[in-house]
Structure formats: C-alpha cells, structure tokens
C-alpha cells in the first residue's frame, strides 16, 4: 500500500505524506511536476533535476514551481513527448496530411508551432536520408487570424504585428511553412470594406457581451475552416491547452451547454469540414508560457479589449482555484474527459495503405469507442454544438425564417435577438456560409437516415418484394 | 439578452406589475428580473412549486411526508409552502418535521428554538434526532479532534444517516429537503471541480435514494435561493434562523458560492443552465450505481463492507482522523477482528492503534 521506496514516482497515496498538511495540495494529477515533487522530501540530489539527476535544474528555490526542479531539457522534453503521445496515439498527422497551425500569437500557439516545426523538420530529414523516399512528408503551414478590425488597432500596430509573425514562421524553416493572415472579415463572401461594415454590424446588434464574444470565436472558426478549405489543408491544429479548455468546461456549464461540452474537449473534433486536432491539450498554460520563455520562442501580443461577461468572470474564478489547488485545471479537464464524447471526436479509420501500419494499429488502439455507431445529431447553425433533446424539442419555430437552421438555446438566448422581427435583421448580417454549413449538414444528416431504412422504401411503381 | 420588463405597462415614473397590470410593482423578480407586485409574486412563486410537484409526480395522496427542518430559510419555507399547497391543492399528505441535532453550540441550539416555533406556527408534529444519541459524538466534539479541513464531510455523512433513521423512526414514505437551485448548481459545479463524475451524474435529480431506505426529493430544484429569501421570507416575514453554520467558512463550497453570486448578477437565468448542463451531461449509466449492500456493523444500506458512517466513526473513536477521508486504502479491504453489529447507538469501544495493518 504505503510505497516505501524513496525515490518513487508513481501515483500511489503515500500516508506518510497525508501528515503534511500545507496550502499547496498535490494530489494525483497527469502533470509529470506533480508525480515527482511526492518524492520531494526524500531525494536528496536537492542541487540537480530531479529527472536525469545530471544538469542544472531551472531553478533551485521553489520560486518556478514544481517544474522548476527540472533541467531545461527534461522540461522540454516532457512537454514535447505530451505533443508526441496526443499526435500519433490520436493518428492527428499521417505523412500525407496538410496541417494548418492556428497561430494567435500567445504561449500555447507559439509552443504547439515549434513542436510541429520539430516534427516537421525531423520528417524532411527522414525523406532525404532515405533512399526510396518512400514516406512523403506532411505539409505545414500557418494561419494567422488578424482582428484587428473588430477592435479598432491602428494600422501601424496591426502592421508590426503582422511583421512580428511573418518573422517567426519565417524562421521556422526548412522545411518552409506558408503564412496566411486571415482578416477575420473574411468570413463574408463579399470585399474586405463591405465584410469590415456587415461584421460592425453584425456584433452591435447581439445586445449581450457574452454572446458577442461567444460569436466571434464563431467567426474565428470559420475563417480558419476557410482558409484551410481553400487552399487544401485537411488537418487543422489548434494550440489549446488544460487551462483554455478547464475556462471553457466551466463556461460551456454555466451557459446550459453541458451537452455538447464533450465534443470541444477532445484530441480530435471532426464535426467541422476540416478536422480540429489539439496536441497540447495535456499541458498547461503555465508549462507553455514557461517554456517559451526558457527557449526564447517568440510570441507575439495582441490588442484586445480584456473578456468581460462570462468569460471573463470564469477565467478570474479558475484562475483562482489554480492558485488554491494547482492541480484543479487537470482534475476539470478529467471530470470533463470522463463525459462520453461523440463518433466524431475521432479521425476517421484509415486504411490508406500509405499510411504505416504502426500507425492504423495504434490509432484503433487508443481510438474512443462512443456508444452510438450512427451519427444522430443536429448541429446548431452558429456555434456547431450537437442539440440535445431538450434543445431540439423546445426549439421556437425558426424554421420559419430559414429551414435548415436550427439554433441551440445558448445561441439562442445569447446571441439571438429576443423579438422576431429582429431575428431576421439578424440573420442577413451573418455570413451565407453559415446557413450553407447547415443545410450541408442537415442533407447528410437526412441522406444517412435514408440509407438506414433504404430497405424498407417503397417507391411508386416498384414492386412488392 | 437579460429579459427586462421594459417593454411591457411601462409609464413614466410608476411601474406595475408585468402580470396584473393593476398593482405597482413591488420588486424586480430575481429570476427572471420581471417587476412584479407581491401577491402575484407569492401566486408564481408557489405556482411553480406546485407544477415542478407535478410534472415531477413528487408526492401521492395519503402518503406521509417527513420536511428536513433545520430551522433555516430554505426548510422553513419549504414547510410552510408545502402545507399551503397540501390544503389549497388537495395532495392529501401527511406532513412532519424532521429535525437533526448535530450538537453545534451557538449554531444549532439557537435554530432548533426556530424549528420548535414552526412545529407551533404550521402545526406539523416534530421529531428530533442528535448525533449525540446515534454517534455518541458532537460535531463540536468532533471539530475539536479533526480541525476544520474535513469538518464538513463528517456532518454530512452523519446528517444523511440521521435522516435516514429519523425518517424511520416516523414510518414516512419520503423526505422532502429544502435543496434550492442555487444549492444543486453549486452542486454541479463542486462535482466538476473535484472530478466526481459518479456524483455528478446523480445530483441533478429530484428524487434520489428510491432504491434505498427513504427517497428523497427537493421540491425547490428551480426555485432561486434570492426568491427565497430576500423576498419571500422577508416579505411574508417568516420566521427563520439565518446565521451561518459557524465551522463554514473553510468550506470549500464557498468558491462556487461566490462564483455563482457573482454569475447571478451579470446573468441570472445561469443558475438553471448550469442545472440544465448538469441534467444533460453524458455519463456512461454504468459508472452510475456502485453495488448495493449493508454495513456489516450497523446494517446501514452501503456499497462497501462499512458504511461511510462507521468508518468515520471509527477513525473518530481511535484517534485516527483521517480514516475515511482521501483514498486511503483503509478499513474495507481488511478483515476484522470485530465485527460485531451494532446498532449505532450505544457507545463504540475504542480498539488499540496500529492492531490493524493497512
């Protein structure tokens, strides 16, 4: 039971240690920092990292936390193999793939652009030291969503930001990357001047701030799904990590979306047109924003008025609970982990031959088997959530205004105007591909229906069987 | 987008009620923050009470109902709901109050002078149970052995087992508890916090324990805590005890209190969202119900060999506070030297420390 063995740093509940009673209580946690300050009191190595016992630890007082006790290389090196372990047990990259990077230029993006620049560099070795080129090399580039247009940045803040970025995926080569600026106005079909003007009026008239911020995440979204459509990317990467993802399990509850929660806490979310991979959603934010700053990686700020509403008071709440418990973010994302996902909070089976075996057998290794086999769910038109029952059953008749949009009562609430007649103000200032998203949806949707009780169809002027 | 009443028989300078349109109004409902006069105040207020009951098939005529009375706003409010809607609506139940002595001083003493005035006031017989008489310990004995870190797991464990018995103890076919949203809501959000998902896929529920010794349920599942209080006790005057359990502060609830506080104001729909979330979040059912038996000690419903109870109380009784608590491997895995039943009620011996290996 009580392990006795001093330099243990394995997860078993040691009652010797229950006698220590102090502020910082460090329960069981996936973070490789909690796993070995247990052992803390026994080692006696205090000068050097408690890892490979060998180099200078990054710093000997308590000052950087737990993951201070390590050598700059361990630290790193357990955040990369973190990415490593969500990257290929998910089968996120296949050497075919085209991987866009969601820059936003914080902590989180930048790390997860230097690991898959790793991974990438690493793969384009491999091709040119082998002989029969056999496995290509998947291609990377790097989206960058500017909004400033929303907030109002002047133009030579916006121009040096844009310079910042350019610089560093520059630098992060070879193999290249190809940097896409996504103006976020780009989401409307139209040009930029008249994009910039629907997009003014499109956030003034949601009256709530919650559901403003809540929208343009929506926007977001879509322009990155754009832009990856267009120019052939299949894969999309985001840099979410624990702490962005504990923020929004908590604020997906408070809104009353508990049931889609799961779908936006997976490695993969392949409801969109292109996939949403998350390689770093085991680390923390505090990792990331450490390692960038041991390695120098280069972030860059971005204007934006602080998150008010909702979002704003859930991130100071958990924010402080971290700092009560610093691993409260880790147990969130577990309870939330323990929701059962979707069929389509997974990549799709591969049997490309193309593809290493390896690979295949170790994606239906760790692949989610959810209990349901056939896809079943109605998405929200705006934020793309699978509706629950209650949504769909108590959904007020927007099929008046467009058929195939149904709408979840978050959206609904938040972001939608209460009058009718308003609604459909609303509606011809949100961007077309919205509603073309749905209907695609909904006709899938209907023909994955048919093909069940195909069987059973009689059609006019067929024969009894 | 908060619904105002703005638009509704608005004049300038006098505001009246959104519902009658006759009287002016008399406050801003917390819920849906309608302006609203008293009495149609009242009549939402027990109206929704009384279709949650229904739509919820709650109560059955005849049966007898124990109201888990602390002497608190939420119970005594519940009491003298619950007796009204029994007249007015003919359920034909018979009512009690049940109340629990955990042996606070300053605390429960002074709220169970409250619960003696409303057996008085509604006329409903009252029962009371003590930790002392089931335990043979007070909670403030108990505080003053383990501190103030797991305070609140001892009494809640206790209170459930109290209950339990008292409600026996009356031959009543169900508890009703004065549980209201905000304290389900917290409920959720404790569960998340801590990772309970087992908890959390139970704690939305209006009626829990059916397959246990008394079901319970909570009337008040939708019904705002602000309603409660600020309006409907301070407007009808209700007699209530309203301090604070004095061992609270450290509770770790109090986060998701404020939390929620503070959500209430800037959207106060919230509070049923996060209900709502809490109803819908995807649990797989087999991770639902552990197996179902009884403590080999006190034969207590349990789905380990002891009952949380017993276990607690052992830990109390040799000096070992923290038996019980976290995820030690502890009592259950072991095999006993004394098993001998008991029936919770007389005094426990104490066994010699460190007879028993872990």
Known sequence: MACSASACQSNCYKTQQEEEEDVKDNNNTNSFAANSSSSNNNNSNSGLCLKCKANQPISSNSDGGDDARFCIDCFRGNLFGKFRFAVTSNAMIAPTDNVLVAFSGGPSSRVALQFVHEMHSKAQKNFDACRDRSLPVFGVGVAFVDESSVYSVPSNETDKVFGDVRLIVENLAPPSKELYIVPIESVYSSDSGEGRERLKKLLDAVGDATGREDLLLHLRMLALQKVASQNGYNRLLLGSCVSRIACHVISATVKGQGYSLPADVQYVDARWEIPVVLPLRDCLAKELTMLCRLDGLKTVELIRSPCTGINGLVSSFVTLLQEENPSRECTIMRTAGKLIPFHFNKIEEIDDSNVLLATRRRQKRYNLKPNESFSSESFCFICNSPLSRSDLLSLKNLESHKTSSVCCSSCQFQILPQDPSSVNELYTLLPEQLFARAKHDNLDHYSALREQVQDFLLSEGEDET | ?358
């Open chain 2, 1 to 358: 987008m908060e619904e105002s009443a703005d638009g509704k028989a608005k004049k300038a300078g006098a505001r009246l009620c959104c519902l009658c349109h006759q009287k002016k109004a008399a406050l801003k409902r917390p819920k849906t923050l309608e302006q609203i006069c008293r009495e149609c105040f009242y009549e939402v207020f027990e109206e929704e009470i009384h279709q949650v009951i229904v739509e919820n098939q709650l109560f059955k005529p005849g049966e007898r109902i124990a109201l888990g009375a602390s002497g608190g706003k939420d119970s005594t409010v519940l009491a003298y709901v619950l007796s009204e809607l029994n007249k007015r609506h003919n359920y034909g139940l018979d009512l009690f109050l049940l109340s629990v002595d955990e042996g606070i001083t300053g605390y429960r003493d002074d709220s169970l002078e409250t619960v003696k005035r409303n057996e008085i006031q509604y006329g409903l017989p009252l029962k009371i149970v003590s930790y002392k008489d089931l335990y043979g310990w007070t909670m403030d004995e108990i505080v003053k052995m383990i501190g103030l870190k797991n305070n609140c797991t001892f009494c809640g464990v206790f209170r459930r087992q109290a209950l339990d018995r008292g409600a026996a103890l009356l031959k009543v076919d169900k508890l009703a508890t004065g549980h209201n949203a905000d304290d389900i809501a917290e409920t959720v959000l404790l569960n998340i916090l801590r990772g309970d998902i087992a908890r959390l896929s139970r704690c939305t529920s209006i009626v829990t324990g059916e397959d246990g010794p008394i079901p319970r349920c909570k009337p008040f599942k939708y019904t705002y805590e602000k309603e409660i209080i600020c309006t409907y006790a301070y407007f009808k005057r209700l007699d209530y005890f309203s301090t604070e359990c004095i061992y609270s502060p450290n509770a770790y609830r109090g986060f998701a209190r404020e939390f929620i506080k503070d959500l209430e104001r800037i959207r106060p729909r919230a509070i049923l969202d996060i209900i709502k979330s809490g109803e819908n979040f995807r649990i797989s059912t087999s991770t639902k119900m552990p197996e179902q038996g009884t403590c080999e000690r006190c034969g207590y419903i349990s789905s380990q060999k002891w009952c949380k109870a017993c276990v607690l109380l052992e830990g109390l009784n040799r000096g070992l506070p923290k038996l019980g608590i976290g995820r030690t491997r502890g009592l259950n895995n072991d095999d006993k030297k004394d098993t001998k039943k008991t029936n919770g009620t007389k005094s426990i011996e104490s066994k010699q420390c460190g007879t028993l290996d872990f």
